[in-house]
């Protein structure tokens, strides 16, 4: 029971996934008896055992675009949650390039796979889907997939935004508002571009506009973890006057301390 946000990997690009410099393993949200993991990436595997989480109990498995460092473990994930289809179970919710490929590339998730799960279901921009009482909605990015998706995710303590790798406009900003806890993947530290991606900068932008209660900013390049994360996240704070935190390896956290739901439930008491 209860409410965690534990980050499996905060590495971005191929030279700090390659060498593993931060891992890439994606994000665990756990909400009562619901576990999603959002975008498996290359050492899923191996993070969640140093995590302590147990994949075989996971509710549904979210893929936000065909990109190795977001969908690369999808497979072994589906594997380890189903015994290899043997107890078939789960719902996998991706993009529809991640399901079907496009014109440029082959769906990462293979047939067997897709077949492993209770449900495969492919999301799409503004559309929502239920997953027990977590409702989620596909958030618009402009990225080099362009089917492309973020995650709206709304649990009854909490609403959490995951904005997946996207470049900055102020529509992509407006999609994160009423978000207790904004998660962005910002790259690229200030002054310096990433083509299809944030930096800090946008970053700034995103949260002056969106207002959530917390932001978390991951998925550092190499570039970023030179600047230092903490630091960049520390000045996103100064300039937005919001709660900022760099994500680290196995960072756990308690979303419902930042939730207004919870919040108002403690108001109501007295």
Request: aromatic share 6%.
């Amino acid at each position: 029971m209860g409410s965690s946000i534990t980050f499996l990997g905060t590495g971005s690009q191929a030279y700090v996934v390659g060498k593993q410099i931060r891992s890439s393993g994606g994000i665990i949200i756990k909400s009562d008896d619901n576990m999603l993991l959002i975008d498996p990436g290359p050492s899923t595997l191996m993070m969640a055992k140093m995590c302590g989480i147990n994949l075989r109990e996971l509710t549904a498995v979210l893929v936000s675009h065909n990109h190795i460092g977001h969908c690369n473990d999808v497979n072994a994930v589906i594997s380890a949650m189903t015994y290899n289809g043997f107890d078939r179970q789960g719902v996998l919710i991706t993009n529809s390039s991640v399901m079907n490929g496009d014109e440029k590339t082959k769906p990462y998730l293979t047939e067997f796979h897709r077949n492993c799960v209770e449900k495969a279901m492919v999301l799409s921009k503004e559309e929502r889907i239920a997953v027990n009482d977590i409702e989620i909605i596909g958030l618009r990015t402009n990225h080099f997939d362009k089917q492309g998706i973020g995650f709206k995710i709304m649990t009854p303590y909490f609403t959490l935004s995951y904005s997946s790798d996207t470049s900055y406009s102020a529509t992509i900003a407006e999609q994160y508002k009423n978000s207790d806890i904004l998660i962005l993947n910002v790259v690229a530290p200030f002054g310096i571009r990433a083509e299809g991606n944030l930096n800090s900068d946008d970053a700034v932008n995103i949260i002056s506009r969106a207002k959530p209660r917390l932001a978390i900013i991951t998925h550092f390049n190499e570039k970023m973890l030179e600047a230092d994360p903490l630091n960049e996240a520390r000045k996103i704070q100064h300039e937005t006057k919001i709660q900022t935190i760099a994500a680290t390896d196995c960072l756990t956290i308690n979303p419902e301390t930042h939730s207004a739901k919870t919040r108002q439930k403690r108001l109501d008491l007295y």
